[in-house]
């Protein structure tokens, strides 16, 4: 190898030993691939001057007829046939085995041709070659008469290659269609990568809520709108004459009452008409099936997305062996131009240098294990106390407000006791748990979990009590309903009696829609509470981070230079950004989402409004007043914690809508559904009426409880089989994985234990040096010693030659070795009798080689 | 290539002649290499143009210029990528990337917003993570070893030009 370096090395003019060395190097590359070591020989070339690449083609034109014979030459050694030379007369020849040894010469230099990018050789070199292989390959594929295949060889590479630079731009658009990528990534190099989760999961949540919207408004807004009655044709679609003066009031139109309520936002709009329009669209099937597969898209979604995060984190939660000098090397890219991006760049390695500090310093140390257990005890009874104090109060209000409205004149507080106490409840709890949570000393992430955990319990406090309320309201509503049915009966009749009254062959007039006795809609109401509550929680959000961070951030900027104490580093200072708060009011507000899509179709465009908002605002919000965290942490590979929450979220808020399909019945007078018994009954008129006879049967038959018992039973199974499965892929895989680890344990072992025997045996031989220093007589003494007894072989081994041979000597070859009183000769002997026992081939690194040996000098000798 | 020569050619048009036949012997100073758009915001462009530089001083040649495009580009094999990575990293050029190495890397990169001890934390794991052999510095074959396993090196260590 060193030979073949030497050769590279005189590269520049002599052209004679150019070529040979690129013979040699074709030679070893045809027989074994990339050279690494090239790198090597051109390490040593760049010390010469280079000749400039054209100088290098023009020498090479020269010498490439000369070459290409010397090329055959070589070739025709690996083919083992000798008529190297005569590779200038192939082109008139043409002989059989001369054109077969073309043809194999030809198919060598296209794959050279082709894999030219990959060697590791200096640029001259490889124009040089390249151009060279490209005429042989032009000149003898014409001989050989592959002219035209070999265009069609060309076309298609041509067309490969266009192929994947297509696809390479097309994944470059891609990329950039991401929205708010640049927003994500600067926030991220300031704040670290927990608060970028927080935005990356809004952007998730954002196009959740997108395909939602386009679903609902494409399938269900938008044909009633375009196709079904419009407003005021129906008493279902009039505001009442009552409050007809009122309607357009801003204060009633902010409770979602007046026109609003009776907007196709609501549930109320719609009409039951069978099919609307000259498409003969089925709405209300169309509405149900919707509002069915919004649960199902969005459960699809959720369990997609934590099913790709768990495969992520298995995938690559091993090579952490590197982690800090895979930052140190390749965390700058080379690419950054933009003085901007350099900066954000550079914020962005110093926050994740100091993660990593702070997971290093998490895992080093290591206290009083009980004092710790205690107070994470003590902390968490003192949160459930909270919890449940605060349950009681909320049920305590809600009994309270229900007494309010029986009575009559209700103050302002007590018409929103509940919310306000909701709402300072959600303002106060919070920084509670903080504070009481700080007693249990967690490694910031995983105390952000149990933050989460508690504030999510405190929160379902709200909604339960919320939903209680709703669901007396329903009751109310429906008993309320049976009389006003009659009403409306009665005045019905009444007016078609009074207006018939004249003439009685005539069709009496209509009632005018506004006069109509409504029914309560209870639906709509329950929507409108709904959409209320949403939108009550988007503007507390909004004015929270206003005043919380920002009002805070100029306080304490301005007002600073005349304080007594500094704001900056004291009480109010900035305020740091609330993940956990962000992320589950995202999370609830999703659930309502999610509760109130069926009563009020309109809700999910507010959502996808709101979350287009937020992300803007928060961004500023976060950039402008927020300070990174004192302990920056990473945030876990997985999301699954957040999707977690949102799935439970997710199942919570289909069960009241199942509860109210399955068994409430629809309004008399609003809605899809009206008239039927359950709303479910759509379903079964569907089938009956617009599907052929046989579908009946079958979905007869499906729905039979001996058919659903077993398939239940099935899906059971499977899911106990695939759990069992899974274990044990999982403990296969940390099988591997240990083994793994073992492997590079023991290599860093061996190469470590070379380096370690050298301080040893270096230890040992400062001791073994010549009477100069002190400590070596007495040992010299030891050794005489120790030998004496044993004269056949020395006890002390210094240098390794004597630590190795350790065992042949023990074994009883010592006749040789005569204990000589200087250390310094044992070295040269031992080692020189070392090198005449070849037969005892022992490794350097052997790990137990010198100890024992060094162990057992002393006793047994 | 053309395009490189066309870009070395403007940085220092005076001197560098459009005629490469008669290999002129031009070398083009660091300074105005470094003052090359792609390479302005680079911590390391200092290191790079003098680990491409034949005399070592910094001066490049329009050779050395296309070497250090073709290795920094995305078509160059990991291996050639790994040495001159090895090449930038070393500053005190002992083939070796000792404590003291990567301290200045360090502060290199985070433009010395860490604290002292933990940049010594820090280089310490990093000695701790891909030392080898045991001699407490970086080796090539240390360097190569850890290199090879990173995932994200042949996209960073890239510039397009």
């Excluded at chain 1, 003085?339 to 760049?345: H, L, M, Q, V, W």
């Excluded at chain 1, 109210?660 to 629809?666: A, D, E, K, Q």
């Amino acid at each position: 190898e060193d030979k073949e370096e030497d050769e590279s090395k005189e590269e520049d003019n002599g052209s004679q030993q150019n070529r040979a060395s690129r013979r040699k190097n074709y030679q070893r590359k045809n027989r074994d691939g990339k050279k690494a070591r090239e790198e090597g020989g051109q390490k040593k070339d760049r010390g010469k001057t280079a000749p400039t690449k054209d100088q290098k083609e023009s020498e090479n034109k020269e010498k490439k007829t000369t070459k290409r014979g010397k090329e055959g030459e070589k070739k025709d050694r690996k083919n083992s046939t000798s008529s190297g030379s005569s590779n200038s007369s192939d082109e008139e020849s043409l002989s059989e085995e001369e054109l077969a040894m073309l043809k194999e010469q030809v198919e060598q230099k296209k794959k050279l041709i082709s894999t030219m990018r990959n060697k590791p050789w200096r640029m001259v070199k490889k124009l040089s070659v390249l151009r060279e292989a490209q005429d042989f390959v032009e000149k003898f594929e014409g001989a050989l008469g592959k002219g035209k295949g070999k265009k069609l060889y060309a076309y298609k590479m041509m067309m490969a290659k266009k192929w994947v630079k297509f696809k390479r731009d097309f994944e470059n658009f891609k990329t950039q269609c991401i929205p708010w990528e640049m927003k994500i990534k600067e926030v991220e190099s300031h704040f670290g990568s927990s608060v970028a989760s927080y935005f990356i999961f809004l952007r998730w949540m954002y196009g959740v809520n997108l395909v939602l919207f386009g679903l609902i408004f494409g399938l269900v807004i938008i044909p009633e709108i375009l196709m079904g009655m419009p407003y005021g044709s129906l008493p279902r679609k009039t505001v009442p004459r009552a409050e007809q003066a009122t309607a357009m009031d801003f204060s009633v139109l902010w409770d979602f009452e007046g026109y609003i309520k009776y907007s196709a936002l609501f549930y109320g709009y719609y009409n039951n008409q069978r099919t609307i329009g000259w498409l003969k669209y089925r709405l209300p099937m169309a509405y149900f099936m919707v509002g069915i597969s919004v649960f199902g898209y969005s459960l699809m979604v959720v369990i997609r997305s934590m099913a790709r995060n768990a495969n992520e984190s298995t995938a690559d939660g091993d090579d952490d062996n590197f982690i800090f000098s895979w930052k140190m090397f390749t965390s700058w890219d080379y690419l950054i131009g933009n003085p901007e991006t350099a900066d954000n760049k550079f914020a962005s390695i110093t926050t994740s240098f100091k993660e990593s500090i702070v997971d290093e310093q998490e895992s080093n140390k290591d206290e009083n294990i009980h004092l710790r257990r205690f107070l994470r005890v003590l902390a968490n009874v003192l949160i459930i106390c909270c919890l449940c104090g605060s349950g009681y109060l909320i049920y305590f209000v809600v009994k309270r407000s229900q007494t309010f409205s029986k009575m009559q004149n209700v103050g302002w507080y007590e018409r929103n006791e509940v919310e306000i106490v909701m709402s300072l409840l959600g303002m106060f709890c919070p920084p509670l748990f903080e504070t009481i949570a700080a007693l249990e000393n967690y490694h910031p992430r995983i105390g952000l979990k149990w933050q989460l955990g508690r504030i999510f319990a405190l929160f379902l406090g709200n909604l339960y009590t919320f939903l209680l309320a709703l669901m007396d309201d329903v009751n109310e509503k429906l008993a309320e309903e049976d009389v006003v049915k009659n009403i409306t009966h009665w005045t019905l009749l009444g007016h078609h009696n009074s207006s018939a009254g004249n003439d009685s062959t005539v069709t009496p007039p209509p009632l005018d829609p506004a006069d109509v006795p409504r029914g309560p809609c209870w639906e709509t109401t329950v929507g409108i509470e709904i959409v209320r509550l949403t939108v009550s929680d988007i503007l507390v959000t909004y004015i929270t981070i206003l005043v919380g961070d920002f009002i805070r951030a100029c306080f304490v900027r301005f007002v600073n230079y005349c304080w007594c104490w500094d704001l900056e580093a004291g009480f109010p200072s900035y305020a740091e950004f609330d993940i956990s708060g962000n992320v589950l009011g995202l999370v609830f507000n999703q659930g309502m989402i999610w509760m109130g899509s069926f009563y009020a179709p309109g809700l999910v465009g507010i959502n996808v409004l709101r979350l287009l908002t937020s992300m803007y605002f928060q961004c500023w919000a976060v950039m402008s007043s927020n300070v990174p965290h004192a302990r920056v942490f990473k945030a876990s590979k997985s999301n699954n914690f957040y999707m977690g929450l949102l799935l439970l979220i997710l199942f919570l808020s289909l069960l009241p809508v199942a509860y109210t399909i399955m068994s409430l019945p629809p309004s008399f007078d609003c809605g899809p559904f009206s008239g039927k018994k359950r709303m479910y009954d759509v379903i079964q008129e569907t089938i009956e009426l617009d599907f052929p006879l046989f579908v009946a049967k079958i979905f007869s038959y499906v729905a039979n409880p001996g058919l659903i018992i077993p398939a239940i039973l099935l899906m059971v199974l499977t899911i106990y089989y695939l759990n069992a499965v899974s274990k044990a892929y999982q403990r296969a895989n940390a099988e591997l994985k240990k083994k793994m680890q073992m492997q590079r344990e023991e290599e860093k072992n061996k190469r470590n234990n070379k380096a370690s025997t050298n301080p040893m045996l270096e230890d040992l031989e400062d001791l073994l040096t010549p009477s100069t220093k002190t400590e070596s007589p007495p040992k010299q003494a030891e050794d005489k010693k120790i030998e004496s007894p044993n004269g056949t072989s020395p006890v002390r081994k210094p240098g390794r030659g004597e630590v190795l041979a350790g065992s042949p000597m023990a074994s009883g070859r010592g006749a040789a070795f005569t204990p000589p009183s200087q250390a310094f000769v044992m070295q040269p002997r031992t080692l020189g009798i070392r090198a005449s026992y070849p037969g005892q081939p022992r490794p350097w690194g052997h790990p137990l080689g010198p100890l024992p040996g060094r162990g057992r000098g002393q006793p047994c000798y | 290539v053309y395009r490189l020569h066309g870009r070395y050619h403007e940085m220092a048009p005076n001197v560098v002649p459009m005629d490469y036949t008669k290999d002129p012997d031009v070398k083009l100073p660091m300074q105005l290499i470094i003052n090359m758009p792609e390479l302005k915001e680079n911590p390391f462009k200092e290191r790079i143009v003098e680990s491409f530089s034949e005399d070592g001083e910094g001066s490049l040649s329009f050779n050395d210029f296309v070497d250090m495009f073709s290795v920094l580009s995305e078509m160059a094999p990991r291996e050639l990528k790994a040495i001159y990575a090895f090449k930038i990293y070393d500053f005190n050029t002992d083939n070796f990337i000792c404590k003291a190495d990567l301290e200045k890397t360090l502060n290199k990169l985070t433009r010395e917003e860490l604290t002292a001890e933990e940049i010594t934390l820090v280089c310490e794991k990093v000695i701790e993570e891909a030392d080898m052999d045991g001699d407490g510095k970086l080796g090539f074959a240390d360097f190569e070893n850890m290199i090879s396993k990173a995932p994200d090196f042949l996209s960073t260590f890239h510039i397009r030009i």
